[in-house]
């Protein structure tokens, strides 16, 4: 531990038995005479001022010193750099009281220099300042003890702002939080106002004001647990940095991303239907070059398929490709066979997809993330061009239910004709020059795609003819049926001689979905060819498309902020509403008069029938006997002498 300490180290741990200040410790230290012999010394460094030895201090503040500066104690920070940490936490307009300090400190100075009394110069520089000799005095008091480069920090003002909160309630205070972290995010006034009713109600107090509850939420609760409970989970995923991936190392067709985009215009058909068709297509990611795409009614395996064989006769198999879990590209005729799989139930006799066959990795990326799938930045450029395009006025739907143009539903452009659209924008948007992708260096896709291609480096893998019938023919696993052996796929009947052996088990059954007709080629369970086998019954189902399109679970920092939403929500909605609603009000029990009207009128057969029914009802003989009585109260007697 060390020995020396300045005034400033002394003050800090001074704990009322030694002054509180720099300026109280050199004054206590020259009435003290510490500064005479060997127990002082000039501080080390620039700015000079003294150091006390160890001994000369009170047994408290040794002890509180040996805490502070002890060996196991953790270092502190510099008493300039903590100087400086505090003075850039200040504000501009505080900098600025600092740096106003420091210039009327400087004027005393010159004045002194200049050949001025002390207590003169500080007048006349108070004067000048519009201040008080006496904050003068403290601004030097400040000061007193730094060195000269850190006397403008050092003036930093010391009052302190609001430290804490306004008390509340533990449980107006867990209401109001449950209430306002809810999915319907209703408005922070509304919240306080239902809550300070149930406080009433229940008696919970303190209550503070809604101002000052804001201030609390604020401070208590992070922007990005509010965002997320508040407001759509996309627009908390916006809050986390975005990763930045690096495609330099990689080389032209080594790796691809593939996905769909729903173009927002309205096509004819053929048939006369009128829809949105689907753009299916594979980037790739070292150049951005699209290598292959395909439209469709929707985004379905079979175009997938289609567009994957399109890229492996054009350019060559890859090495990887990113996919999304689409329905389309998780199906088992794509990535059957994959180690992972987060899409369908996965079975042992599942058959190979087409790309686990080809030996392409597969790496699974989150739907609708422009980050891990760079082709979505291309959809945007394509949707820009191509359905903003003058051949599609009238045809275009607008990107928002919202933002529908004037003309919206006037026409619809013939598939035909929009395909050839969506062909030259394509080659525009790969042969466009100026790329500032950092691959591209200024050039186009296609210049960079095909330098990359005639690097000696690049190796492409190309499929055999034997290869190409994996993408121009689907595979799914039947069983065969028992007997005779046929195969009955979308309501067609297949069978060979070469079935009989296989009847009753389960076959591979690879087929052309647009050629039903022309046969499907069987394979075992282990993908050994069996037989080619004919079709025996016409059903007429050709087209086996399907529309399926959802979205991939979120990232697991997310899963975090979405807890602390619901750690800082405790209440259900359930919960909140018996809150609110209160105690239910008492029934009120009916009140019976204290004089009763007895029932009269009765019929003779009837009231002896109520008399034998309860012998103390009233009856006839109870009436003239009572008429009696009262006739003798008033002094007369009825038909007696």
Same mark, same amino acid.
């Given at each position: ?24 410790? @050199? ?36 002890? *509180? ?82 060195? +000269? ?24 205070? &867990? ?24 406080? +009433? *109600? ?13 201030? *609390? ?167 820009? @061009? ?48 100026? *790329? ?68 009753? &088990? ?46 991939? &679970? ?13 750690? #800082? ?16 009000? #008492? ?9 009763? +009207? ?29 008429? &009696? ?13």
């Amino acid at each position: 531990m060390k020995q020396w300490f300045s005034p400033g180290e002394i003050a800090a741990c001074a704990g009322g038995t030694l002054p509180g200040s720099v300026r109280g410790i @050199n004054r206590h230290a020259q009435r003290q005479g510490w500064r005479a012999g060997e127990t002082a010394r000039k501080a080390e460094g620039r700015g000079g001022g003294r150091e006390y030895h160890f001994s000369l201090l009170p047994d408290d503040v040794q002890a *509180r010193l040996t805490l502070a500066h002890g060996p196991d104690s953790p270092p502190a920070k510099p008493a300039a750099e903590a100087l400086w940490d505090g003075y850039n936490r200040l504000s501009n307009r505080q900098k600025d009281t600092c740096k106003a300090r420091l210039k009327t400190l400087d004027r005393v100075v010159e004045l002194q220099d200049a050949g001025s009394q002390a207590s003169a110069a500080v007048a006349i520089a108070a004067r000048e300042a519009g201040v008080s000799t006496a904050t003068l005095y403290n601004w030097q008091e400040l000061a007193s003890g730094h060195a +000269r480069q850190d006397r403008l920090a050092a003036l930093a003002p010391r009052h302190k702002g609001r430290d804490g909160f306004a008390a509340c309630h533990p449980q107006a205070l &867990k209401v109001f939080k449950s209430d306002w972290l809810r999915d319907e995010a209703p408005c922070f006034a509304s919240c306080y106002r239902r809550m300070a009713a149930a406080a +009433r *109600r229940c008696g919970w107090v303190p209550v503070p004001s809604e101002r000052a509850l804001r201030r *609390r939420i604020e401070a208590e609760i992070p922007a990005g647990v509010a965002v997320m409970a508040r407001q759509r989970r996309d627009v908390s995923k916006g809050l986390y940095p975005a990763q930045r991936r690096d495609r330099s190392h990689l080389t032209a067709m080594q790796a691809c991303n593939t996905d769909g985009h729903k173009f927002d215009v309205f096509c004819r058909w053929p048939d006369g239907r009128i829809g949105r068709p689907v753009l299916v297509g594979i980037q790739d990611l070292f150049s951005g070059k699209i290598v292959a795409w395909r439209l469709a009614e929707t985004e379905n395996k079979e175009t997938v398929r289609l567009v994957i064989g399109d890229m492996v006769e054009r350019f060559g198999i890859p090495e990887k490709i990113f996919l999304d879990n689409g329905r389309a590209f998780a199906s088992k005729w794509i990535t059957g066979g994959a180690a992972r799989r987060f899409r369908f139930k996965i079975r042992d006799e599942d058959p190979q997809g087409l790309l686990t066959t080809l030996r392409v990795e597969i790496i699974w990326t989150t739907p609708y993330s422009g980050q891990s799938k760079p082709i979505e930045r291309a959809w945007r450029d394509l949707a820009e @061009n191509i359905s903003r395009h003058p051949a599609c006025a009238g045809a275009y739907t607008g990107n928002r239910p919202d933002a529908k143009p004037e003309n919206y539903g006037n026409a619809a452009i013939p598939m035909e004709e929009f395909r050839h659209l969506v062909a030259a924008g394509i080659a525009e948007h790969n042969a466009r020059p100026g *790329r500032r992708a950092a691959n591209a260096k200024g050039r186009s896709f296609d210049a960079a795609f095909a330098a990359s291609l005639a690097a000696p480096g690049t190796i492409v893998r190309w499929a055999s003819k034997a290869q190409r019938s994996l993408w121009l023919l689907a595979a799914e696993s039947i069983r065969a049926k028992k007997g005779s052996g046929e195969i009955e796929l979308f309501g067609n009947r297949y069978w060979s001689p070469g079935l009989s052996a296989h009847a009753g &088990k389960r076959v591979t059954v690879r087929f052309d979905p647009d050629h039903l007709e022309a046969g499907v080629d069987i394979y075992d369970i282990s993908d050994r060819l069996v037989c080619h086998a004919q079709r025996i019954e016409d059903a007429g189902f050709d087209d086996v498309s399907a529309a399926r399109d959802h979205n991939r &679970k979120r990232a697991a920092w997310l899963k975090t902020i979405k807890d602390q939403a619901r750690m #800082q929500a405790e209440l259900s909605a359930d919960e909140l509403a018996r809150i609110y609603a209160g105690p239910l009000p #008492q029934e009120h029990q009916p009140v019976r008069p204290v004089v009763v +009207r007895l029932a009269g009128g009765l019929a003779g057969g009837r009231a002896a029938a109520l008399a034998a029914a309860n012998p103390d009802a009233w009856t006839e003989s109870h009436e003239d006997n009572f008429a &009696k009585g009262l006739r003798l109260i008033a002094g007369g007697r009825d038909g007696e002498d």
